[in-house]
């Protein structure tokens, strides 16, 4: 997987993790274990679909995420995601991933 995500490197990447946390942020490196290296990390808190709290966002810098833990990574589309007021989105919570 990590030789399909180096041209990602140097990119503005989303990350899903398998216990369903949703991460974006420049990514800086990975290997072939998958294990990734992420700057400028923020995760996003979504509310419920119900909720009249505003979704959030942390701030958490750089970052590294084990490659077990990785569920999804995409590239971000900078533009599309600078027109999304990201309070305004709603989102039930992913469940944690199964393994067998």
């Known amino acids: ?3 399909s995500l180096m041209p990602f490197v ?3 990447v989303t990350v899903i993790t398998s216990d369903g946390r949703h991460l974006t942020g420049k990514l800086q490196g990975c290997d072939q ?3 990734l290296v992420i700057s400028d990390t923020i995760e996003r808190l979504f509310q419920s679909l ?3 709290k505003p979704s959030g966002s942390v701030s958490h810098g750089l970052y590294i995420i084990r490659g077990d ?3 999804v990574c995409g590239l971000v589309d900078e533009e599309v995601d600078k027109g ?3 309070s305004e989105v709603r989102a039930e919570p992913l469940g944690a991933m199964k393994r067998s």
């Open 84 to 86: 999304i007021d990201w």
């Open 10 to 12: 140097g990119k503005i």
């Open 33 to 35: 274990t998958t294990n």
């Open 50 to 52: 119900d909720s009249p």
């Open 69 to 71: 833990n990785v569920a």
């Open 1 to 3: 997987m990590s030789n």
